[in-house]
């Protein structure tokens, strides 16, 4: 799964696990997720079932420009999404 801004949405930890992106040289970029998860296995499962809570917050409105991390509700990435605006085309 991709986000408007083309990165893959993928489990990432701190000192929990958690739904996010990462940037080019691998580092977190966002936290996708409101929630966080005891295990790996927990947080891709919300991945895979798609059952995670959608987080709005700072990150969001920098990188998209406040809109959704996904097109529409189906959480498939936008045929061409504008660069820091998140528009879905």
């Known amino acids: 799964m991709l986000c408007v801004m083309h990165r893959e949405v993928k489990v990432m930890q701190s000192n929990m696990f958690y739904i996010g992106t990462s940037d080019e040289d691998g580092l977190p970029h966002c936290r996708v997720s409101e929630e966080y998860y005891k295990t790996r296995t927990d947080a891709q499962a919300?991945?895979?079932?798609?059952?995670?809570?959608?987080?709005?917050?700072?990150?969001?409105?920098?990188?998209?420009?406040?809109?959704?991390?996904?097109?529409?509700?189906?959480?498939?990435v936008c045929d061409d999404p504008a660069p820091n605006k998140g528009a879905c085309t």
Do not use: P
């Open 46 to 76: 919300a991945l895979d079932n798609r059952s995670f809570t959608e987080r709005r917050c700072f990150e969001t409105v920098f990188c998209c420009g406040g809109a959704s991390c996904f097109c529409k509700s189906d959480r498939q």
